[in-house]
């Protein structure tokens, strides 16, 4: 008689032995990324690394501005996001600034497609209510004692109206979009992927909530943060000073007429 042949019966393997599985090639991956660059002293690999992050303590042999980019970019490949920071319980106790603290995350961030159509209309939609708000300023300025909501009705069914409120939708619209593309450029030079400015529209005040950019990716590191950071401010300065004394020129002194809206700005500390 001839034997049957058995078929083979498969077990699941238990959740936790999974996770940890899964920690160890995460460590594994870490350490084929990062072991020519950073001198590991120590691992731990938590019980979820899918929620938590593995956590690999070590003193870097080359600056972090040096080597990030390119771990991130490894890591980012294989579909793990790293977390680099200075170990704060190291330089407590005396060590060096060379030690640090890498987490690894499952998971990367994914680059997303800009959608350019969405900040175009967002962008003219803002120049329509900065020019209406700079329209209603310059009726307000002809007759101070008209209502307001006589003057926006006034504005909205007079559609040229709009075009007297350009100096002031060009000068707050100009600042405000070299702030964000200081911002945008500085990030472009460093490599970072981020979106387009989106601007936001508001029919009132100075009709704009202002703007933002969106990062498409983390940072490398705090140089580069900073840099990102500080580039729009610095922007923005650079047109807003000269515009601030170009426009004081241009502007009257008079007394302000009884009944009048309007508010007090305080001292300068440039005029």
């Known amino acids: 008689m001839s034997e049957q042949a058995v078929p083979p019966t498969w077990t699941t393997p238990p959740d936790d032995l999974l996770r940890q599985t899964q920690g160890e ?42 080597v990030f980019g390119g771990w991130l970019a490894e890591f980012n490949r294989r579909g793990y ?21 890498l987490e690894v995350l499952a998971g990367a961030v994914p680059k997303t497609r800009s959608r350019a159509w969405i900040n175009l209309v967002l962008f003219v939609l803002t120049v329509i209510s900065t020019l209406f ?45 070299a702030h964000e593309f200081g911002h945008y450029f500085a990030a472009r030079y460093h490599k970072v992927a981020v979106t387009l400015p989106y601007f936001l529209p508001m029919p009132l005040g100075f009709g704009t909530l202002g703007a933002f950019i969106r990062l498409k990716e983390p940072v490398p590191d705090q140089r580069k ?13 650079v047109l807003a000073v000269p515009l601030l004394f ?8 008079d007394i302000v007429p009884p009944g009048s809206g309007g508010f007090v700005e305080g001292n300068s500390l440039l005029y």
């Open 133 to 177: 708000v700079g329209a209603l300023y310059g009726e307000l300025d002809i007759d101070p004692t008209l209502p307001t909501n006589v003057l926006i009705v006034r504005i909205l069914t007079t559609p040229s109206l709009l075009l007297s409120g350009w100096p002031f939708a060009a000068t707050l619209l100009g600042i405000l979009t």
């Open 225 to 237: 943060l900073f840099d990102i950071g500080v580039a729009g401010p610095l922007a923005g300065l």
């Open 25 to 66: 090639a995460m460590v594994l991956a870490a350490r084929q990324i990062v072991g020519n660059d950073l001198s590991i002293e120590s691992v731990q690999i938590p019980r979820n690394p899918r929620r938590k992050p593995v956590v690999l303590k070590g003193l870097l042999n080359r600056p972090s501005e040096d």
């Open 81 to 101: 996001t790293p977390l680099l920071r200075p170990d704060e319980d190291a330089l407590k106790s005396g060590g060096t600034s060379q030690a640090v603290v």
């Open 246 to 253: 170009f426009c004081l020129c241009l502007s009257p002194i």
